[in-house]
């Protein structure tokens, strides 16, 4: 047995979501969809496996999942298209692979890792990216593939105005997202990222999901974050980076720098958002300043499925 607790936490977005508005389908919904991506996830941890192995396995169930905005769930933009974010950073190495507004790929966030495989550039963007997919015979969708029928009437709402909406909150604000961290048995840390972004946003708008420190961020000295919410926020706060300079060069605990990091900083800049995190120990802080995240975390002594406080 190693000395590292291994585990992994996942998110499916932050935001305000209304418990009025929340079926028991709905809900039990939403709680399968995390336990399959969370048990995906955590087999590849226990087979022994990396942390890099397993953030993307993981990742890749949420992609799947209608429910959740990435992949096959992704939001349109301002143009009825959708155009993707997604990074992946492996702590051991601190090498990192992203892509931003591209459209098509069943699974953004296994090109997001070729890229941290194979190329010397850590983000490619558009039609570039689209490019490097087929070079590795990555799996190409059809526009059809991501149109779900509940994205498309939240688009209808807001099309033709400046309005764009983060997913999952039910007036005007729409969080989406998804993300995993993950510590391994041989003690590395990894985190990954996947979006659509926000609803009606701009085509070309990118936001903080595919950039290293802010969307993801993963050093074996510190710790593995994921975070979502309003992008244009995270990404002045700097937010995953934030965490980790806060262990770094403070000394805080992984908890204390997630809840500094959100609950006063990026609260005090005005965005909603949160964390899923875990540190080289393996303790895990899933923090947010709305009403929910939906989230999951397991080790070897706990596996916790939540949505709301
Ligand atoms: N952070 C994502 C973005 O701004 C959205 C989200 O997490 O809901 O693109």
């Not at 890749?60 to 974010?85: R, T, W, Y």
């Not at 391994?184 to 659509?196: E, I, P, R, V, Y």
Request: with cysteine; charged share 20%; glycine share 10%.
């Amino acid at each position: 047995m190693s000395d590292y607790t291994f585990g992994i936490a996942i998110h499916g977005g932050a935001g305000t979501i209304e418990k009025s508005l929340m079926t028991s389908e709905k809900k039990a919904a939403y709680m399968e969809a995390l336990e399959t991506a969370i048990d995906a996830g955590y087999e590849v941890l226990d087979s022994g496996q990396s942390a890099i192995s397993a953030v993307e396995a993981a990742v890749i169930e949420l992609e799947n999942c209608p429910l959740f905005n990435a992949g096959k769930g992704a939001v349109f933009n301002s143009i009825g298209q959708h155009e993707m974010d997604a990074s992946i950073m492996d702590g051991k190495t601190l090498h990192a692979g992203a892509i931003a507004a591209v459209r098509n790929v069943k699974n953004p966030i296994t090109l997001a890792n070729i890229i941290r495989e194979h190329s010397d550039h850590v983000l490619l963007a558009g039609t570039g990216a689209l490019e490097f997919a087929e070079k590795f015979n990555i799996q190409i969708e059809t526009d059809a593939y991501f149109h779900t029928d509940h994205r498309f009437e939240q688009w209808q709402k807001i099309k033709g105005s400046d309005d764009f909406q983060l997913d999952h909150t039910s007036e005007k604000k729409y969080l989406g997202t998804v993300g995993a961290v993950a510590l391994d048995q041989n003690g590395n840390l990894a985190a990954a990222t996947s979006t659509g972004g926000m609803t009606n946003k701009k085509f070309g708008r990118i936001g903080d999901s595919p950039l290293i420190g802010l969307g993801s961020y993963a050093n074996n000295n510190t710790c593995a974050v994921s975070c979502t919410g309003s992008g244009e926020y995270l990404m002045r706060a700097v937010t995953a980076y934030d965490i980790s300079c806060l262990m770094e060069y403070k000394g805080l605990s992984l908890q204390e720098a997630a809840e500094f990091s959100i609950l006063e900083r990026l609260t005090a800049l005005g965005g909603d958002g949160g964390v899923v995190s875990i540190d080289k120990a393996g303790n895990m802080a899933m923090v947010f300043n709305c009403d929910g995240m939906y989230r999951a975390q397991r080790n070897k002594n706990h596996k916790e499925i939540a949505i709301y406080k």
